[in-house]
């Protein structure tokens, strides 16, 4: 055992010796401290790629809430702007003027304008030429040569006053042909009969043509005489301030108007008469337009 007395003793106090104890030193063996295992990491929910700059946090963040946008406000919506009406010559009456429709039978065509007058145009020239034949081509027979040949050009004068074509596209054109056609010497009475509507030919209670024929020729005979004209002196009608509704893609119209009166190449002495006319048009299967109204007389007549 070591002396107690020598503290530099340098064999260290230990268990009681043992009878296989020798006073020999050995050295302390400590055993080796083991080395860390490196941690295998976890495996992902996601068979993904790991992401470079570090280890994933443990615990995500939770997911911000998404903003409401607030409700609308309710602004006041601007009031549409007023549509600008035509004014129309009856107030009273629907934009589409159907107490105006009519029928038309018949319509115009060249040969219901011409045929009467053509069919007595071809019997003067063919009457004159067989007369001529019969009697000889001496003086007598010149003279009735000459006689029927003005005959014949007298009586073609409906046609010649007639060779443009009455289009009536529009409402407003419709008139104008209906007066155009009472401006002559001898007026086409005719025209004037056929560019009128089955509504326009019982306005003066006019039964047949030959009734309407008369109604227009008693009016032109006075009118003549107020203004002091000869009896084939001819009158000029002017469309004046013509006003309708707008007519493109409709079958009726409204028009209002007025109609002066003159003697021929005397305008400047001014109208012999006027009338303040409003009435309706109608289509009528030719796509053309006729007048509701076959009598010159004022409205409120």
């Not at 790991?50 to 607030?70: K, N, R, S």
Request: hydrophobic letters at 35%; a negative charge; aromatic letters at 10%.
């Amino acid at each position: 055992m070591p002396d107690p007395s020598h503290p530099e003793d340098p064999r260290p106090i230990g268990k009681p010796a043992s009878p296989f104890d020798t006073d020999e030193i050995r050295p302390i063996h400590v055993a080796p401290r083991p080395e860390p295992v490196a941690s295998i990491p976890a495996p992902s929910h996601s068979d993904g790629y790991e992401i470079e700059g570090g280890a994933l946090p443990e615990d995500e963040e939770p997911p911000q809430p998404v903003p409401i946008p607030p409700p609308p406000i309710d602004r006041p919506k601007a009031r549409p702007k007023p549509k600008v009406e035509i004014p129309s010559a009856d107030e009273g009456g629907s934009t589409e003027f159907v107490t105006e429709f009519s029928e038309v039978d018949p319509v115009w065509t060249r040969m219901g304008e011409w045929g009467p007058d053509l069919i007595r145009v071809v019997a003067a020239g063919v009457g004159t030429l067989i007369l001529s034949w019969m009697i000889g081509f001496g003086t007598f027979g010149l003279l009735i040569f000459l006689a029927g040949g003005a005959a014949t050009v007298l009586l073609s004068y409906p046609l010649l006053i007639t060779l443009e074509r009455p289009v009536r596209i529009t409402p407003e054109q419709a008139v104008i042909d209906f007066f155009a056609a009472a401006s002559h010497h001898f007026p086409n009475y005719r025209r004037m009969y056929l560019l009128l509507s089955v509504a326009g030919r019982e306005s003066g209670k006019f039964r047949t043509f030959e009734s309407f024929r008369d109604y227009w020729k008693g009016r032109i005979e006075r009118w003549r005489r107020e203004g002091g004209a000869g009896q084939y002196t001819p009158l000029k009608f002017e469309v004046d301030g013509f006003r309708a509704d707008k007519s493109t893609g409709k079958e009726t119209s409204r028009a209002d108007y007025t109609v002066h009166i003159y003697i021929r190449d005397r305008e400047d002495v001014g109208a012999i008469a006027s009338f303040r006319m409003a009435h309706g048009l109608v289509k009528g299967p030719d796509r053309m337009w006729y007048l509701n109204r076959g009598v010159l007389e004022s409205a409120s007549k």
